[in-house]
């Protein structure tokens, strides 16, 4: 069976709207569709009228992106997103998302590109991230397409890079919890080694992306192995962003039924 547990809309730097991941929910024949937009749950209304109509079964999630590396990113799914703090937090993470936009802007401009914040924030519906900058960038013709900002002035090492100001991912654990939901690791060929998959699992993360999209069959086992031991819930998503996003993948992951069984026990 085929789910979408990793996917992202307008509401933070994808380029589909919500209705439109639904639609394409229904052509891949999914049985489940969860939105994780970054650090944003505002999808949800749109998302549960359009799954409605639809007659998919949907959920609404998170991803929260951590301080220090923009390589830890924390998926929160079961939510209550009316729980005390939950939203303020969010509001808060997105507000230090823009702080750093406007410090890369800076930066874009002391380089000679004429590109201002205006610019970056016309695209964001509402997280605003790095690939909306990227997308300044190339409606100004600076760049051809995300990849190239990023591999020109964004990521880590180039000129215009601004470090992370989300939380520390012990702390992305904790909001997830105390909202009632369960923490997992996403794409986690980037989080580091072993020693660092252990500090978060010893933060309390309950699951890891094992079945995403870019994992070849030897992480898939791996990390397989290594959940399995902890007894951590095997996720998996395609992070689908939309056309234009150079990771416009098919939604889905194929599930075998024994971890889809334990995944809906656990979000249901």
Not at 125 to 146: C, F, M, N, Y
Not at 204 to 215: D, P, Q
């Amino acid at each position: 069976m085929r789910v979408e547990l990793h996917c992202h809309s307008l509401f933070s730097d994808g380029t589909l709207s919500v209705t439109q991941l639904v639609e394409r929910a229904v052509k891949s024949r999914l049985e489940l569709l969860i939105l994780t937009d970054h650090d944003s749950v505002s999808g949800g209304p749109e998302l549960f009228a359009a799954a409605g109509a639809a007659g998919l079964a949907a959920r609404l999630g998170i991803e929260i992106n951590c301080a220090g590396t923009d390589q830890i990113h924390i998926l929160g799914y079961g939510l209550r997103v009316d729980a005390e703090g939950f939203a303020e937090r969010l509001a808060d993470f997105r507000e230090r998302r823009i702080v750093r936009a406007r410090m890369i802007v800076e930066k874009l401009r002391a380089l000679g590109c004429a590109v201002d914040y205006d610019d970056v924030r016309a695209s964001a519906q509402e997280t605003l991230g790095r690939p909306h900058v990227a997308d300044a960038l190339r409606r100004k013709g600076i760049v051809k397409s995300r990849q190239e900002a990023f591999d020109r002035f964004l990521a880590k090492g180039k000129a215009a890079y601004v470090p992370p100001m989300g939380p520390s991912p012990e702390e992305a654990i904790s909001l997830i919890r105390d909202a009632g939901g369960f923490a997992c690791l996403a794409h986690p060929q980037t989080a580091g080694k072993a020693p660092e998959l252990e500090k978060l699992f010893r933060a309390g993360l309950e699951g890891i992306e094992v079945h995403y999209g870019a994992h070849t069959p030897s992480q898939r086992l791996a990390y397989g192995d290594w959940a399995e031991k902890r007894r951590l819930l095997a996720c998996g998503g395609s992070d689908c962003h939309g056309p234009g996003t150079g990771r416009d993948a098919r939604l889905g992951v194929e599930y075998g039924e024994a971890a889809y069984g334990a995944l809906m026990e656990r979000i249901f």
